[in-house]
């Protein structure tokens, strides 16, 4: 029996989609808490920071791209996406039939974390071209969707630590190697603030790619972008679906010269479990009733606060 279902799956494309598609509640489990104990937990870093926040010595470093987090899941003969909502693609799908060719039959379970975007030639990818994509049903434009491999959850059953980064590079590596739309992250090895800052100078600054990350020899992981700073104000809130007790994102905005909020947009980067814990806490206690309705982009409505 598959590990999605196909029963009201809507058409992407020649594929199909289902938003609840992940039936293994395992699956689920593990995508979920990678997104939230992996992915969330990269540590911010700006570029001037460099030299101050990463520690000295040996890092593995990659383009941070600009898309959505989605694993590629296969269970034996099975294989599909899913992002960690349990969104599935299936089928028809260019990805998954660059997959087929790539992953031998895996008599246990394998999970690929990595990267979906779209190619946008010689300018920077965007995460809101993947949305614009995916949303055409029968007519989405999917022959420019790729997908870039970076980390390995599991294999044949086998659980990769956090800090085997090289034998996960080395085990994706030898997976796509040669494929066009399934690839596995470049990586490379610097040792010394000074490369890291150059590195970021070539693909950043004159590449415009979204940011770096960067791996370093103690286990953490940062990821370091442009920042530019704006006094905002946290207007309002949602709760994470699978723990009531952590805000899930933040709406924000800015006071006009009238003395009136302009709401200006969302943000979900909050920090660790610990972090989501205390801000709500804090939001909790200063709700109050509003007329305004606005959802997030999961369709959570907000709860505002004073």
């Known amino acids: 029996m598959p590990f999605y279902k196909t029963k009201s799956a809507k058409v992407l494309g020649k594929a199909k989609i289902n938003t609840d598609g992940i039936t293994d509640?395992?699956?689920?489990?593990?995508?979920?808490n990678y997104r939230r104990s992996v992915a969330s937990a990269y540590s911010p870093v700006a570029p001037d920071d460099i030299s101050d926040q990463i520690p000295k010595g040996e890092a593995y470093i990659s383009k941070k791209i600009d898309g959505e987090l989605w694993?590629?899941?296969?269970?034996g003969k099975d294989l599909a996406l899913s992002n960690s909502?349990?969104?599935?693609?299936?089928?028809?799908?260019?990805?998954?039939?660059?997959?087929?060719?790539?992953?031998?039959?895996?008599?246990g379970l394998r999970i690929i974390a990595g990267e979906l975007y779209v190619d946008n030639g010689d300018k920077r990818t965007r995460a809101s071209y993947l949305n614009k994509?995916?949303?055409?049903?029968?007519?989405?434009?999917?022959?420019?969707?790729?997908?870039?491999?970076?980390d390995v959850l599991c294999a044949d059953d086998k659980t990769f630590a956090m800090d085997e980064y090289i034998e996960k590079s080395d085990y994706l590596y030898s997976l796509f190697k040669g494929n066009k739309i399934?690839?596995?992250?470049?990586?490379?090895?610097?040792?010394?603030?000074?490369?890291?800052?150059?590195?970021?100078?070539?693909w950043v600054t004159e590449e415009n790619?979204?940011?770096?990350?960067?791996?370093?020899?103690?286990?953490?992981?940062?990821?370091?972008?442009?920042?530019?700073?704006?006094?905002?104000v946290i207007i309002g809130y949602t709760e994470r679906s699978e723990d009531a007790t952590q805000v899930r994102s933040v709406a924000l905005a800015l006071m006009n010269e009238n003395g009136v909020y302009q709401f200006i947009g969302s943000c979900g980067n909050i920090g660790s479990d610990k972090d989501r814990k205390a801000l709500m806490k804090n939001l909790k206690k200063n709700q109050v009733d509003s007329s305004w309705r606005v959802t997030s982009n999961t369709g959570a409505m907000y709860r505002f606060v004073k």
């Open 25 to 32: 509640p395992e699956i689920l489990s593990m995508l979920q």
């Open 71 to 75: 694993f590629l899941i296969q269970h």
């Open 85 to 107: 909502k349990g969104k599935v693609i299936f089928g028809d799908f260019p990805i998954l039939k660059e997959a087929k060719t790539s992953l031998k039959k895996s008599s």
């Open 133 to 150: 994509s995916m949303g055409g049903g029968a007519k989405a434009k999917l022959d420019l969707l790729r997908f870039t491999a970076f």
């Open 182 to 202: 399934l690839t596995a992250i470049d990586t490379k090895i610097v040792n010394s603030s000074k490369d890291l800052l150059s590195q970021y100078e070539q």
């Open 209 to 232: 790619h979204e940011g770096m990350v960067v791996r370093s020899s103690s286990g953490r992981v940062f990821k370091i972008k442009p920042s530019f700073s704006i006094d905002a």
